[in-house]
T-cell receptor, first 112, second 113 residues
Framework: DAKTTQPPSMDCAEGRAANLPCNHSTISGNEYVYWYRQIHSQGPQYIIHGLKNNETNEMASLIITEDRKSSTLILPHATLRDTAVYYCIVRVAMEYGNKLVFGAGTILRVKS | KAGVTQTPRYLIKTRGQQVTLSCSPISGHRSVSWYQQTPGQGLQFLFEYFSETQRNKGNFPGRFSGRQFSNSRSEMNVSTLELGDSALYLC????????????FGPGTRLTVT
């Protein structure tokens, strides 16, 4: 019941910006978009999240369209260590708390 | 601040046995969630605990259970293991029930033979 759609894979040249798209056309008004990444089957690592405004932190920027139906994660200067599976997730509200519903993710390959 | 720790990191069990996995959340975090990751199904939510109470549960059979202790540490148990239970089991902690930023542990790799 993943609520997001991502391309299965993308390539990016080292030092260039990596732009990872995500479609979440059925997102509800109070549902947040989260991005995680997973390297070599380690535990997923939190990157960033947002509701409707663009967000930026030390790792990345998140651009959410005005209609909230899609978003883009931007890694400004990709390095080889950014090679990972990137998950765009909608945080689904439950009776108590929330859960993260992971899709298949995008395999990002950063190449030198 | 120490991250989420999971023990053991690797485990091999035989079909029909049971297994208990442990998770210690980040200090101060009260919410613990468990996920199963397999190549075929990806990352799937198992359950979430907060203040020793199971708040939410995913679509897994009753063979999968868990609990949380007063110090927020959590355990999950799988009884009558099946070959299909072979997976990476991930634990994630967050500060509060709304589960904002979840921080994941390294996982326990369970192999059922």
């Amino acid at each position: 019941d993943a609520k997001t759609t991502q391309p299965p894979s993308m390539d990016c040249a080292e030092g260039r910006a990596a732009n990872l798209p995500c479609n979440h056309s059925t997102i509800s008004g109070n549902e947040y978009v989260y991005w995680y990444r997973q390297i070599h089957s380690q535990g997923p690592q939190y990157i960033i999240h947002g509701l409707k405004n663009n967000e930026t932190n030390e790792m990345a920027s998140l651009i959410i369209t005005e209609d909230r139906k899609s978003s883009t994660l931007i890694l400004p200067h990709a390095t080889l260590r950014d090679t990972a599976v990137y998950y765009c997730i909608v945080r689904v509200a439950m009776e108590y708390g929330n859960k993260l519903v992971f899709g298949a993710g995008t395999i990002l390959r950063v190449k030198s | 601040k120490a991250g989420v720790t999971q023990t053991p990191r690797y485990l091999i069990k035989t079909r029909g046995q049971q297994v208990t996995l442990s998770c210690s959340p980040i200090s101060g975090h009260r919410s613990v969630s468990w996920y199963q990751q397999t190549p075929g199904q990806g990352l799937q939510f198992l359950f979430e605990y907060f203040s020793e109470t199971q708040r939410n549960k995913g679509n897994f059979p009753g063979r999968f259970s868990g609990r949380q202790f007063s110090n927020s540490r959590s355990e999950m148990n799988v009884s009558t293991l099946e070959l299909g239970d072979s997976a990476l089991y991930l634990c994630a902690s967050s500060f509060s029930v709304p589960g904002y930023e979840q921080y994941f542990g390294p996982g326990t790799r369970l192999t059922v033979t």
